[in-house]
């Protein structure tokens, strides 16, 4: 039994990191609030349709939007090398910096050009989440990975929440114009991330720490985690994209004061936080129930993927859309701290930058032949049902996954190795010091 005096006993490099993680993690929580913090981002499909830009639906559709998926896949890679050698605080300024491009291009731009360069610097923005993800990863021990997951993905959606509602209030009581919108965006400035200084170029060389990876991937979690990340982020982003255009073919609108996409997204952004803050307190044995918890919840989503675009009632499309993004913010602290759990320190960016890379190739496939004109260029309702059908796939995959594990649970169903297949809901409170040594020097748990 570890003795009263086992922190004293603790190396310095130990015993440091836990000192301050309370004001350095609230100070990283507060950046992800402040980044979000952009009134005007609910109403960029109705500015660009309407008056102020006078973009054609074709051209916000298939011309305009696909530009996102793709810059952000070809920036995505430099971007979290760049995380891996330079560290965080680089990235983070980085991406304050392609937040304020963003909004002078809404503003002041007039051409399809200026709007496809906007969409460029918004993948720059996308990218360099990578970076405030596996940030609070350094600050902590292992012993607090999940509630720590848990809570700057509800700082970062609790931004979006107060950005949501701050835009509908602007647009519905006080009859702001879109274009003053994104000049009240414009004017906000993200908040310092006060974390520590950077550390310089490290030893270790990609290539080696590619090789720790592909070690890794054979572990049953981490495998099965960064496939969830994969493909079920893709078909997340590519519905994110398109839900404006989507609103308003169903309810078409000159009325400024009747355009609720702020409070849809308040609402949405809302339950996701709730669902990512009491993702961090759920207790179950994950070895055995991800797959079904996964499935089950994609199943939901491919259910409202076909609510929402069969719907004529606008209200009953809103509703299926916030339900949609609370069930994926659920899932996504938790993938975080199954993923990180199973690394050290240093491989987190790399492997959630490698997770994303991949997302945004396969998004970018999807994208090329669904939504670009060189493609089949199809309208906002056909892609939907690509997207229902999707889903439904990845479904079924993962249902048909959790009844193999159930059936080689129930034929292995012995003491010794129902011990074995056992796994903690979380990092034990008290990690031994040579335990979390081993988790730092990447060992991962059986």
């Keep these: 039994m570890p003795g009263k005096d086992e922190d004293a006993k603790k190396p310095a490099s130990e015993a440091a990191p836990d000192r301050h993680w309370?004001?350095?993690?609230?100070?990283?929580?507060?950046?992800?609030?402040?980044?979000?913090?952009?009134?005007?981002?609910?109403?960029?499909?109705?500015?660009?349709l309407g008056p102020d830009k006078n973009f054609t639906q074709a051209e916000v559709t298939n011309v305009i939007t696909p530009?996102?998926?793709?810059?952000?896949?070809?920036?995505l890679v430099p971007v979290f090398l760049l995380t891996d050698y330079l560290r965080y605080k680089p990235v983070l300024v980085l991406q304050s910096l392609s937040h304020i491009s963003i909004w002078l291009l809404l503003v002041l731009g007039t051409s399809v050009l200026a709007m496809q360069l906007m969409e460029f610097f918004y993948g720059i923005t996308m990218a360099a989440r990578i970076a405030y993800s596996s940030y609070i990863f350094s600050l902590v021990a292992p012993s607090r990975y999940q509630r720590?997951?848990?809570?700057?993905?509800?700082?970062?959606?609790?931004?979006?929440?107060?950005?949501?509602?701050?835009?509908?209030?602007?647009?519905?009581?006080?009859?702001?114009?879109?274009?003053t919108l994104n000049y009240v965006s414009l004017g906000f400035r993200a908040g310092g991330d006060g974390g520590r200084g950077t550390r310089g170029w490290r030893e270790a060389t990609l290539c080696r720490m590619l090789r720790e990876v592909g070690a890794l991937a054979k572990q049953p979690q981490?495998?099965?985690?960064?496939?969830?990340?994969?493909?079920?982020?893709?078909?997340?982003?590519l519905m994110l994209y398109y839900v404006q255009i989507l609103w308003n073919e169903i309810c078409p609108t000159t009325d400024n004061r009747c355009v609720y996409n702020g409070g849809v997204d308040a609402a949405s952004t809302l339950l996701g936080a709730l669902a990512s803050f009491a993702a961090g307190y759920v207790k179950i044995r994950w070895t055995l129930w991800s797959e079904l918890v996964i499935g089950v919840v994609t199943a939901f989503q491919a259910g409202l993927l076909l609510l929402m675009n069969t719907t004529s009632n606008i209200w009953l499309c809103y509703a299926a859309y916030v339900l949609f993004r609370g069930s994926y913010q659920f899932l996504v602290p938790i993938a975080i701290f199954q993923i990180a759990t199973s690394l050290s320190k240093e491989l987190c960016a790399l492997v959630f930058g490698v997770n994303t890379f991949f997302a945004t190739v396969l998004k970018t496939i999807i994208?090329?032949?669904?939504?670009?004109?060189?493609?089949?260029g199809l309208s906002v309702h056909p892609q939907f049902y690509v997207y229902f059908s999707y889903f439904t796939l990845l479904a079924v995959t993962y249902l048909l996954a959790a009844v193999g594990v159930g059936i080689r649970y129930s034929r292995h169903k012995q003491p010794g190795e129902l011990a074995l297949a056992k796994e903690p809901c979380q990092v034990p409170a008290e990690v031994p010091p040579a335990q979390e040594q081993r988790l730092d020097a990447g060992t991962v748990r059986a």
């Design 222 to 237: 981490l495998r099965l985690w960064s496939l969830w990340w994969i493909f079920n982020s893709a078909g997340y982003y």
């Design 148 to 179: 720590m997951a848990s809570y700057s993905r509800s700082a970062v959606l609790l931004g979006v929440f107060t950005s949501s509602v701050l835009g509908q209030l602007c647009i519905t009581l006080g009859h702001v114009s879109f274009l």
């Design 22 to 48: 309370k004001l350095q993690v609230f100070c990283l929580c507060f950046y992800g609030f402040m980044t979000q913090i952009r009134p005007g981002e609910s109403f960029i499909t109705p500015y660009l």
């Design 67 to 75: 530009v996102l998926t793709y810059s952000y896949m070809a920036v």
């Design 367 to 376: 994208t090329i032949i669904v939504a670009d004109k060189r493609g089949l």
